[in-house]
């Protein structure tokens, strides 16, 4: 469903607009493989990758990412093929994700915590004949390729080593901390493939193969990144070039981008988030990426005390985390000047910190796989604390009725729904679930988000929960996000996910899961959070459970998986 240019309304949020943006941007007309050769010939000198103590130029990595290219086009990739890209965040990523491009080809994000039998469905659906993985997670690829029917198999693997990008021997500061030595320094076996072949990473890029023409352009697909639902196998989700880069146009004139920019990259890129807001907007233009493979809240300080970073996007739990640490009055953020992210509200307790401390404002955004990361955004120099922003550039965003797809009124609950250059052209191989994804909303197509919110008097977007997780508790609706918020603000509190429990005289009742900051386990007791809720919010809303556990499950971008909770609350 290609989106068609139609001009912005006007709405109340363009009074709080920022002046110095647009509502509407027109992005380059060009492919994504083009803002890396731009960067390459406009600062052939620049470091354009960090990984530990190894830099990589901007030429540097053009010039991997075309004999990638061309290696691929020599196994037989071809334009619109798809190609599985299956690791951690590394240089390899990045080098392949662009070389894949190059050679015409469609990018297959696969997050590397999967398993083979998950892995089976990456590579049947979008009908993948050639991956790209490092070696830790070869193995699995191999195991669920060989239960796979022979015509389904995959017939190349390009495996890489995380040490082909970082010499295991540097020390200092900025060096793999020692839990991650096993992980990152083995060099694991190349598996065997039932009916295919594997070639090392070295040896794919070791080569003087012709680099195909260039074939595609903003119309043609170049992601498939897959989401979950709420049922059955995830979906692939149709990007061409032209909605990639539109927001990571958007995403460097929001965040005050510059070729200057020193950015943290940490969120997974195999997440649209960490993919399209942080790396492709950082390669259009220019800045200097500093790669994390996971998540470590030392490391994460001193990278950004060496490297000067300026500009971070993350999840709230990293910032949390990083500001607990015993060492945190030894890193220099000083030269921090945008943070910002999503996938959960941010304490209200925690922005003020840093705004007291760091003079920065903690800029929280929204958006979905479908729509390429940010549909909405904060505005930097007004954002709103535990808020999903305004309407994004070019976006035009609504709160309907989820019935009677009828526009609600300010302050009311509805679903959100969403138009623009951003969203994606609907589900690979599933046009009934795309049909049922939009609806037809004065003569334009918009995506329903499934997500329910509302706005304020200056078109501010709040999320009030997900369509389908809503409780109902003798009649009453209760939105799990909304305790969860009211939860935070109690002292003894880190983490809270709140589900629905089974209830023989409510129907459902509200339970919520706790981790207890280290400080106070041991001093607080169920019923005095239970009591605490009471006190602080609608007694239909408050937990009639409470259970304390020590850690929450997350997924691989860092969101409290709740369905897991809950889906062990109905087995229980």
């Known amino acids: 469903m290609p989106f068609t240019q139609v001009p912005v309304p006007d709405r109340p949020q363009h009074r709080v607009w920022p002046r110095r943006l647009p509502h509407w941007m027109t992005p380059p007309?060009?492919?994504?493989?083009?803002?890396?050769?731009?960067?390459?010939?406009?600062?052939?000198?620049?470091?354009?990758?960090?990984?530990?103590?190894?830099?990589?130029?901007y030429p540097q990595v053009v010039a991997m990412a075309e004999r990638l290219a061309a290696r691929l086009h020599a196994m037989g990739v071809r334009k619109g093929d798809r190609v599985m890209l299956d690791m951690q965040n590394c240089p390899q990523l990045i080098i392949a994700h662009f070389a894949i491009l190059r050679a015409n080809a469609v990018v297959v994000p696969v997050n590397p915590m999967n398993r083979a039998e998950e892995l089976k469905h990456y590579i049947t659906d979008p009908d993948a004949k050639v991956a790209i993985c490092t070696g830790d997670v070869a193995a699995e690829i191999a195991k669920a390729d060989a239960q796979l029917p022979a015509?389904?198999?995959?017939?190349?693997?390009?495996?890489?080593?995380?040490?082909?990008?970082?010499?295991?021997?540097?020390?200092?500061?900025t060096?793999?901390?020692?839990?991650?030595?096993?992980?990152?320094?083995?060099?694991?076996?190349?598996?065997?493939?039932?009916?295919?072949?594997?070639?090392?990473?070295?040896?794919?890029?070791?080569?003087?193969?012709?680099v195909p023409p260039s074939e595609v352009g903003p119309e043609d697909l170049a992601v498939l990144p897959y989401t979950s639902g709420t049922t059955g196998l995830p979906k692939g989700c149709m990007h061409p070039h032209r909605s990639l880069m539109h927001n990571a146009v958007a995403s460097m004139a929001w965040g005050n981008g510059t070729s200057e920019s020193v950015v943290l990259l940490v969120v997974p890129m195999f997440h649209i988030t960490g993919m399209v807001s942080v790396m492709h907007s950082s390669v259009y233009m220019g800045a200097t990426i500093?790669?994390?493979?996971?998540w470590d809240r030392e490391l994460a300080g001193r990278l950004i005390s060496r490297w000067k970073v300026t500009t971070w996007t993350n999840i709230p739990t990293m910032v949390i985390d990083l500001m607990a640490s015993p060492n945190f009055e030894q890193y220099d953020l000083s030269s921090l000047v945008h943070i910002g992210g999503g996938?959960?509200?941010?304490?209200?307790?925690?922005?003020?910190?840093?705004?007291?401390?760091?003079?920065?404002?903690?800029?929280?955004?929204?958006?979905?796989?479908?729509?390429?990361?940010?549909?909405?955004s904060n505005p930097t120099d007004a954002p709103k604390q535990q808020c999903l922003g305004v309407p994004f550039m070019s976006c035009d965003a609504r709160i309907v009725d989820p019935e009677t797809l009828k526009e609600v009124a300010t302050g009311e609950q509805g679903e959100i729904i969403v138009n623009g250059p951003m969203v994606f052209n609907g589900y690979w191989k599933r046009p009934e679930a795309t049909q049922a994804a939009f609806i037809e909303f004065e003569g334009k197509p918009f995506f329903r988000t499934g997500d329910l919110g509302r706005t304020d008097e200056e078109g501010y977007f709040f999320i009030t929960d997900r369509l389908k997780r809503m409780i109902n508790a003798s009649g009453f609706k209760v939105w799990p996000a909304e305790?969860?918020?009211?939860?935070?603000?109690?002292p003894a509190i880190a983490e809270a996910c709140v589900i629905s429990a089974k209830d023989a005289y409510r129907g459902e009742t509200v339970k919520a899961v706790v981790v207890l900051r280290a400080s106070h386990k041991g001093q607080v007791t169920e019923q005095q959070i239970i009591d605490?809720?009471?006190?602080?919010?609608?007694?239909?809303?408050?937990?009639?459970?409470?259970?304390?556990?020590?850690?929450?499950?997350?997924?691989?971008?860092?969101?409290?998986?709740?369905?897991?909770?809950?889906?062990?609350?109905?087995?229980?």
């Open 175 to 210: 060096a793999p901390p020692p839990a991650w030595h096993d992980w990152l320094f083995t060099r694991h076996p190349l598996p065997a493939l039932e009916s295919g072949q594997v070639m090392a990473w070295t040896e794919a890029l070791d080569n003087s193969l012709p």
């Open 290 to 294: 500093v790669l994390m493979p996971r």
């Open 343 to 376: 996938g959960a509200a941010m304490p209200q307790a925690v922005a003020q910190r840093l705004f007291e401390q760091f003079n920065l404002r903690y800029v929280e955004g929204y958006g979905l796989t479908e729509t390429a990361a940010p549909s909405h």
């Open 483 to 490: 305790v969860e918020a009211l939860m935070f603000r109690h």
């Open 151 to 173: 015509e389904q198999r995959l017939a190349q693997l390009i495996v890489t080593q995380y040490a082909d990008a970082f010499d295991p021997a540097a020390q200092g500061p």
């Open 532 to 572: 605490w809720c009471r006190d602080n919010m609608a007694v239909y809303k408050v937990p009639r459970i409470v259970q304390f556990a020590d850690a929450l499950p997350k997924s691989g971008s860092g969101k409290v998986m709740w369905r897991t909770l809950q889906e062990a609350e109905a087995r229980g």
């Open 29 to 57: 007309q060009t492919s994504l493989f083009d803002n890396l050769a731009i960067s390459a010939r406009r600062w052939p000198g620049k470091p354009a990758l960090v990984f530990f103590d190894r830099t990589l130029t």
